[in-house]
Structures are given as C-alpha cells and as structure tokens.
C-alpha cells in the first residue's frame, strides 16, 4: 500500500450520531491523524451533494464573467471582506510559473460575498454555515485528542467569534490558458483547512519528504492541519505543508474553508502544554490578525510568518 492509499479516513458521523464509544473511537483516530499526517479525508460529513454542486456552479459562474464585472471587487488587503484577484499580467508571465484566479470571502463572524451572480450570496451563506459547523466539531474532537475537555479550544481561542474564509480557486483549463496552474508549497493560517475539489485532482501534501496527492474518496473533504493549530498544540500537530499541481486539462475548482481564532485573540501554546524546563514553549504569542498580516506579507517575500514564531530551542 502506498502512501495515498493509507492516508487516515475520519468517519464525521461517529461525532454526531454514534456511541460514546464510537466518538471516543473516532477522537483518538483524529489525534494520530493531525499527529502522524496533519491531514486527513472526512466522510459522512452531512452535507448535501447538491449544496457542494449547485456552489461549484454558481463559482464557475463567477469567474467566467467579464473582467469589468470582477473588478468591482478587486481588493489587496488580507482583511478586505471581499478579495478577488481577476487576471494574469502577461508582463510577468515566466514559463515556470504557476497561476489561478481567486476570491476570498470573509464569511464569519460577519458574512460578505459579491451579490452577482445571481443567488451566489444565498449559497454560500448555506455553504459556510454548514462548514463551519464541521470544522466546530472536529475542533472539539481534537480539543479532545490533546487530553482537554471539548469546549476548551473554543473558550481559550475563542471560536464563537472565530474568522473563517471561504476562498475558492478556479484553475482554468488548458484551452482556456496555456499556462502551469497551481500554488507554490505553503501551510495555512488557522487550526483547520477544510477543502473540497471539483473532481479535477491537484492538491498535494509532502509526506516523508514525498509529494503525495490527496487520497480519492468520493464527496470526501480533504482536511489539513493549519499554523495555528501546530502553535496552540505546542508542535504536537504539526501544519501541513502544501501545493497544488493541476496536470488536468480540464478546469478545477476548490472551495477551501481556513477557520481559526477571533481576531483580536492573541495565540500562543496551551498553557497546559507548557510546563519550563521539561515542556518549554516553542512558539511567540502572537495576536491573530497580525499573523495574518506578517504571513502575506513574508508570503509575497518567499518567507514563512512561522520563522517569526517559531522559537529554535
């Protein structure tokens, strides 16, 4: 069995509508997975096929109107409700670079989206809300997985007022753009990364200094350990290093949900998780919404913002 074929199945139900049993089952499964692969595939997740659909839809939908139409939500900043990036500059276009349009929504604690197309907003209001949903439990799940009560990530990090993104990548197809498509190697901010491909393969995780693609597992989010999770966890659940490659002439589209703290909510490891000498505390407190900014920041330099936390002890 190669690597793709062994990489860890988390069952979702077993939280919701199994036995305590089952969820105890389930909740040490997810600790050796965040621990032993920082990602894993999540099935029996209860979200409607037809919902991830009718979404997958309603984005082509978007990135295939005008260039005039995009811009009216063209925007820089990390914190800009509605981010979208909506062309490629042929000026610096280099034979090895890769390339993919985006839009990034800042969907919690407050909800924004472009209101065009037609019932995109309503959409992905009912998308959102059913992710964040998922990743809540799966956060109580790991809460659990580290020897803590369920609730206590979500009180010291304070989820209830979490920032979640909803950024969705559309890759064009090769008759569209002849050009490479997909992201350089990079972890993302937040504890987790919740995604979900349109049938077009593409995203890769290093594992054991190997590239490995994703395991297929139909209606199946692929789950990654984010940066702070690997913080707050003390380095226990490393953030899974990253990138896509699309070989596929066919167009792809990914919906990807980082959730993480509030914020205002300063992050460092779990005092439980730090005792002096014997358990020192490997990474500098810093507060979320300014390790969002140094991360795009070092990112646009070939930098990584965990070089910045990260102590060398």
């Known amino acids: 069995m190669d690597l793709q074929d062994s990489m860890p199945i988390i069952d979702y139900a077993l939280f919701t509508v199994g036995t305590a049993d089952d969820r105890s089952m389930v909740v040490q499964d997810l600790g050796r997975a965040c621990e032993d692969?920082?990602?894993?595939?999540?099935?029996?997740?209860?979200?409607?096929?037809?919902?991830?659909?009718?979404?997958m839809n309603a984005s082509d939908k978007f990135f295939n109107m005008t260039t005039k139409e995009k811009d009216e939500f063209a925007a820089s900043g990390v914190l800009d409700p509605i981010r979208c990036s909506t062309g490629f500059n042929p000026a610096n276009k280099h034979k090895d670079s890769l390339w993919r349009e985006y839009l990034r929504l800042i969907v919690h604690p407050k909800f924004n989206c472009p209101h065009k197309p037609p019932g995109f907003s309503e959409l992905a209001s009912d998308y959102v809300k059913r992710t964040r949903t998922v990743a809540m439990e799966l956060v109580k799940g790991v809460s659990e997985s580290l020897g803590f009560e369920a609730s206590y990530m979500n009180e010291e990090l304070n989820l209830d007022s979490g920032f979640q993104l909803l950024a969705i990548n559309y890759y064009p197809s090769l008759a569209e753009f002849h050009t490479p498509r997909g992201l350089m190697p990079h972890t993302d901010h937040g504890l987790l990364t919740l995604l979900y491909e349109n049938g077009v393969p593409g995203l890769e995780v290093l594992c054991n200094g190997k590239w490995v693609g994703m395991r297929d597992v139909p209606n199946a989010f692929?789950?990654?350990?984010?940066?702070?999770?690997?913080?707050?966890?003390?380095?226990?659940?490393?953030?899974?290093?990253?990138?896509?490659?699309?070989?596929?002439?066919?167009?792809?589209?990914?919906?990807?949900?980082?959730?993480?703290?509030?914020?205002?909510?300063?992050?460092?490891?779990?005092?439980?998780?730090?005792?002096?000498?014997?358990?020192?505390?490997?990474?500098?407190?810093?507060?979320?919404?300014?390790?969002?900014?140094?991360?795009?920041?070092?990112?646009?330099?070939?930098?990584h913002a965990f070089d910045t936390v990260r102590l060398h002890i």
């Not at 919906?255 to 205002?264: A, E, I, K, T, Y």
């Open 222 to 303: 692929s789950v990654l350990n984010s940066d702070h999770l690997e913080i707050f966890s003390n380095g226990k659940y490393k953030s899974k290093l990253h990138r896509t490659v699309v070989k596929d002439e066919r167009k792809r589209i990914t919906l990807v949900n980082p959730n993480g703290p509030s914020l205002d909510t300063v992050v460092g490891p779990s005092s439980r998780l730090v005792d002096g000498e014997n358990r020192p505390s490997g990474y500098l407190p810093m507060k979320y919404s300014e390790y969002l900014e140094l991360q795009t920041k070092l990112t646009m330099a070939g930098k």
């Open 37 to 55: 692969w920082g990602c894993f595939m999540l099935v029996n997740h209860g979200i409607p096929e037809a919902l991830i659909h009718e979404m």
